[in-house]
């Protein structure tokens, strides 16, 4: 079975810095990667996602990440963040041929600082 | 289109009571899948429908949960007789293939917040 796993459960950075978030998988077949946001109180929005191509993605709001699969990585990154980045960010995984329901991280919480 | 849609958005209930989620996917989506998350943790898959064949549920979904999709669109997820520990977020998604590489990406809906008193 895949599981994924985020390392760092909050992350504080001061606004305009630039900021990784960071997400290792495991799984014994080929994966897709996504990375989804979630407001306070509110469902998980679809930020990027790795299917196939290129490894490195762009996502909305500036994000993107890059899929490394021999470190079997797909990190978040953001050159400068804003206050409204503010969020529970989640990184997922399911597998190629399979029911394709995700598996999640636990999440990692980021703080911009003003 | 309105994306995924879930009612209610948050529901208090006494231990013991049956409650209900129903959520409404996009219109051209298939798939339908339940999810649970509980405070400071990842989504948890619960179960899934393509159409109206509920095709996996996890071994989290006991035989107090119920959940179904009769015609194919909108799906019912209920509870009976609630515990504290059923107290979490349960989340609808429905997915659509993505045409170059045909995998399944799910659009959630914002939720359904249970609080068991």
Redesign the interface.
């Known amino acids: 079975a895949q599981s994924?796993t985020q390392l760092d459960s909050q992350v504080p950075v001061f606004e305009e810095a630039p900021v990784e978030l960071r997400c290792n998988y495991s799984s014994s077949v080929s994966v897709?990667l996504?990375w989804?946001v979630q407001y306070p109180?509110?469902?998980?929005?679809?930020l990027l996602?790795y299917?196939?191509?290129s490894t490195l993605v762009k996502g909305i709001n500036g994000f993107e990440a890059e899929f490394n699969k021999s470190q079997t990585s797909f990190h978040l990154r953001k050159p400068s963040v804003h206050i409204s980045d503010t969020a529970e960010y989640?990184c997922?995984v399911?597998v190629?041929y399979g029911?394709?329901?995700?598996?999640?991280?636990?999440?990692t919480r980021l703080t911009i600082i003003p | 289109d309105t994306g995924v849609s879930q009612d209610p958005r948050h529901k208090i209930t006494k231990r013991g009571q049956n409650v209900t989620f129903r959520c409404d996917p996009i219109s051209e989506h298939n798939r339908l899948y339940w999810y649970r998350q509980t405070l400071g943790q990842g989504p948890e898959f619960l179960t899934y429908f393509q159409n109206e064949a509920q095709l996996e549920k996890s071994r989290l979904l006991s035989d107090r949960f119920s959940a179904e999709r009769p015609k194919g669109s909108f799906s019912t997820l209920e509870i009976q007789r609630t515990e504290q520990g059923d107290s979490a977020m349960y989340l609808c998604a429905s997915s659509d293939r993505d045409s170059r590489s045909g995998a399944n990406v799910l659009t959630f809906g914002a939720g359904s917040r249970l609080t068991v008193l």
């Open positions: 994924v897709y996504f989804y109180n509110q469902g998980l929005q679809l996602k299917l196939s191509g989640f997922a399911s190629l029911n394709e329901k995700l598996t999640f991280g636990t999440g």
